[in-house]
């Protein structure tokens, strides 16, 4: 299995402002997702991360609002931007398992709540 | 694309009884199939999988699944509950064979467990 990371794991944050949420794997992987689960609800997949190369992203998700970056195989950073209280949500890091037979790990998620 | 519908989003049981959370899916291809369980204010853990092989599989915990090309589900059951299995249920889908493609999920089922 993989362990992954995930900071800050939780934050209050003002209308408004932008928050950077870091993952970091305890192994090389090729890919990392980005998911949100809003509250209620199920897991929405925001974007793939791919070493070296721009992210993913999934219908109804854009760069301008949720810019990734990907420096090496063992992190990643997902920025939140311009957020409103839409945005509260648990924004949860994931990894493909190391056998590569489909499964994927998750971070303990940051729980943000925006004012 | 791949779909799962989880038809109960709400399911309450006694402890010690036996439970079923149903979870159907919707794919043109052949697909792996999941189970993953997020215990409260927790990230998700993998509960079982079904990648090809047996059609029924199990966790450690007891539970298990039994994947049902014919009707194409995926139901996860356990014939008697703790209080310590109170937690969401997520069942999930991707297709096989392609171990680094995104996992696609269902909208969950809380199961709560009534002392």
């Known amino acids: 299995s993989a362990v992954i990371s995930q900071k800050p794991s939780r934050d209050i944050c003002q209308r408004g402002t932008s928050l950077t949420i870091q993952c970091q794997v305890d192994?090389?992987?090729?890919?990392m997702f980005w998911y949100r689960q809003q509250p209620g609800q199920s897991l929405t997949l925001i974007a793939t991360a791919n070493q070296g190369s721009e992210a993913t992203y999934e219908s109804g998700f854009v760069i301008d609002k949720f810019p990734i970056s990907r420096p090496n195989l063992t992190f990643s950073t997902l920025t939140v931007s311009n957020m409103s209280p839409e945005d509260s949500s648990i924004y949860l890091c994931?990894?493909?398992?190391?056998?590569?037979?489909?499964?994927?790990?998750f971070g303990e998620g940051s729980r943000l709540t925006v004012l | 694309a791949q779909s799962v519908t989880q038809l109960d989003s709400q399911v309450p049981v006694f402890e010690e009884a036996p439970v079923e959370l149903r979870c159907n899916y919707s794919s043109s291809v052949s697909v792996y199939l999941f189970w993953y369980v997020q215990y409260p204010n927790q990230g998700l853990q993998l509960l079982l999988k079904?990648?090809?092989?047996?059609?029924l599989v199990e966790s450690i915990n007891g539970f298990e699944a039994e994947f049902n090309k014919s009707q194409t589900s995926f139901h996860l059951r356990k014939p008697s509950v703790h209080i310590s299995d109170t937690a969401e249920y997520f069942c999930a889908v991707k297709r096989a064979n392609f171990g680094n493609e995104k996992l696609t999920f269902g909208t969950g089922t809380r199961l709560t467990i009534i002392p």
């Open positions: 192994s090389q992987v090729t890919m």
């Open positions: 994931s990894v493909v398992g190391p056998t590569n037979t489909g499964e994927l790990f």
């Open positions: 079904y990648l090809s092989g047996s059609t």
